[in-house]
């Protein structure tokens, strides 16, 4: 028996595409009263010297910056509530509802949304985003005999993202679920050209090449306030040059923007998609009555 494969998966990257900066930059750096400039120097030293993966060596200098007093995952948490989003959002996750109409929802169409980040997991499990989505997968800590964090438990790098996408697709969303378990292409609930990738430069690129292999869309979206264009020219490389995806828009995601439009737009093309796929599948399995 196959899936009903009526969900439609939006999935995005976090840092700099659905936040202006890094989590770590806006909420940790302040809070622990930790300089910026100094963290990324000793991170960016451990790969360059000792050859620590970046995700790993990010994760261990903000450990080491921490072994004084460090926090439990719970405190973590708490400090979720100070992240700061693009312009319509969390708002939007809601407003995309709209876009689904009836005859859609009786055949059981649906949104599901999905954060893939290499950043901390429980900052964004207490941010006001997370009441919206589906799942979150992102990088952990474990916690020692006293409830503080001590080690990584989980490092979600660019590479690993795709992980990730596999496991929305076979509707694996939990670590235990071996997502290398063979599942048939109408098992899965969440068909790849059911889904849509919105990120916003090279870490995203595996995420980027698997959903547009498989059929699926993908956005790269930009800073429009960032004076420096790196922002930008991140996303126009992506389009222009490497060929990862068909779109780029501004980090805009209020009613009428171009990326809301582009949302809207490959939704209701889903949507649509889906619906002739349900129907023809009842025309073919309809046997016409004897005639006279």
């Not at 998966?9 to 890094?22: A, N």
């Not at 859609?104 to 964004?124: D, M, P, T, W």
């Not at 989505?133 to 990584?152: H, L, N, T, Y």
Request: charged residues 25%; proline residues 7%.
């Amino acid at each position: 028996m196959s899936a009903s494969q009526t969900t439609i998966g939006l999935v995005y990257d976090y840092d700099q595409t659905l936040s202006p900066g890094y989590m770590t930059d806006e909420v940790l750096f302040p809070h622990f009263g930790i300089n910026g400039d100094q963290f990324w120097k000793r991170a960016h030293a451990l790969v360059d010297e000792q050859g620590y993966d970046a995700e790993m060596s990010y994760l261990k200098t903000l450990l080491d910056c921490l072994t004084t007093d460090p926090p439990s995952n719970a405190d973590l948490r708490k400090l979720g509530p100070k992240l700061k989003f693009f312009p319509g959002l969390p708002q939007m996750f809601t407003e995309l509802e709209s876009v689904l109409r009836d005859e859609h929802r009786v055949i059981g169409v649906k949104l599901e949304h999905y954060i893939i980040s290499a950043g901390l997991k429980e900052l964004l499990e207490g941010s006001a985003l997370r009441h919206h989505v589906k799942a979150v997968f992102a990088s952990e800590f474990a916690e020692d005999g006293s409830g503080r964090i001590s080690f990584p438990k989980r490092i979600v790098s660019h590479t690993t993202k795709t992980q990730f996408i596999f496991r929305i697709n076979k509707g694996m969303l939990e670590p235990h679920e071996d997502v290398n378990d063979h599942m048939p292409p109408e098992l899965r609930p969440i068909p790849f050209q059911n889904m849509i990738y919105i990120g916003d430069g090279p870490t995203d690129v595996p995420c980027f090449t698997l959903i547009r292999r498989y059929g699926g869309n993908a956005i790269a979206v930009y800073n429009p306030d960032d004076q420096t264009r790196i922002s930008f020219r991140k996303s126009y490389q992506l389009s222009t040059h490497a060929d990862r995806v068909k779109h780029i828009a501004p980090s805009d995601y209020r009613p009428g923007s171009h990326l809301r439009l582009l949302l809207e737009e490959m939704i209701s093309e889903i949507a649509d998609g889906i619906l002739r796929r349900k129907r023809s599948e009842v025309e073919n399995a309809t046997v016409s009555a004897p005639g006279y």
